[in-house]
């Protein structure tokens, strides 16, 4: 089963928050199809966009998103970057589907204040959450009902997974490949990425 | 002084090799500016394509570059990530570019696979360089003039570096912001990306 990956891209996204976890799960893929050359990749990954258009990152970097809210089909796993993110908090329709994308899918994870976007789509209610070591604060204040703490790499509640500032997406993730296609699979990506994950 | 970063990008080129840098010199700006806001940042980054066609970075990333080796100007610090380099070592006017651009920097810095296309371009005659573990063999067969070393995060010959394979690009990076700006920036910039800097 090849699990479909949907990473939200938006204008002011940070480049590292959602790069990371783009080369971690290409990267498991290629690794696994290199160990098990019959069998379907664990991920297939794209971008999304709100739309077509192109996306600024932060600091000028373009991207054209490869799928829509409209085309974008089945997300098993969405991932939520953060960067610069108040312009988002404010779009009824962004926060709309990031709810209903993660109700149907089987796992939702934020990188960084990608958190905050998922606290105001009603992600986090009662659950233990964390984000950029600057952003604490701001997510305690913005979302009291969230239970938000500091000094993890990441938190995986289930369905719901929140990480650490920027370079954190990319251990996080690391821990996602292992939860759902097993340690060994997640270690040799590491090492394909030449990378020391912080476990 | 505001030192001109510009990131080669490619088909094929591994989207860790090129937005590892891209948000460390990003990063460093943008924390050199909160620290001393009446200077001008130290880095200003722009990816640079061939041309201004998009770019399909590996597994489908799209990409609009930001300059082109028409209109890119003055770049002092040229990046050039790894990823499938084959047809790129096989194009007369990358290999001219990158040896042109080169011969006019103040630092050339290769991550990966891009070690393969500083060799090719005759940056590496001569000097120990790195790549990715992988590919160190491909680079001694192919290059015999270089002295390729496994084993090391990056090697630095002064104006041209090499490092190793995708992740090690970012560590790459932040040794030359503490070369360029200082290790108290290096330092803050990995604070601030969340990054355990494996100096």
Excluded at 33 to 52: E, K, M, N
Excluded at 63 to 88: K, T, Y
Excluded at 157 to 179: E, P
């Amino acid at each position: 089963m090849t699990r479909s990956v949907g990473i939200y891209i938006f204008d002011n996204v940070e480049v590292l928050d959602f790069a990371g976890p783009y080369e971690v799960f290409t990267c498991a893929a290629r690794v696994a199809g290199a160990l098990a050359p019959a069998t379907p990749p664990p991920f297939a990954v794209r971008t999304i966009g709100a739309g077509h258009a192109p996306v600024r990152a932060r600091a000028g970097l373009v991207l054209h998103p490869e799928a829509s809210f409209a085309d974008a089909g089945r997300i098993d796993l969405l991932i939520v970057p953060g960067g610069v993110v108040g312009a988002e908090l404010a779009r009824p329709d962004v926060i709309r589907w990031i709810a209903a994308t993660a109700a149907a899918a089987e796992l939702t994870a934020s990188v960084c204040t990608g958190a905050l976007l998922l606290a105001e789509a009603g992600l986090l209610d009662g659950l233990p959450a964390t984000t950029h070591w600057e952003d604490l604060d701001a997510l305690r204040a913005g979302w009291p009902q969230v239970d938000v703490q500091g000094g993890q790499r990441w938190i995986d509640t289930g369905r719901v997974i929140t990480s650490a500032g920027i370079s954190a997406g990319i251990d996080m993730s690391l821990h996602l490949v292992a939860r759902l296609g097993g340690q060994a699979l997640a270690e040799r990506s590491a090492r394909q990425m030449d990378y020391d994950w912080r476990q």
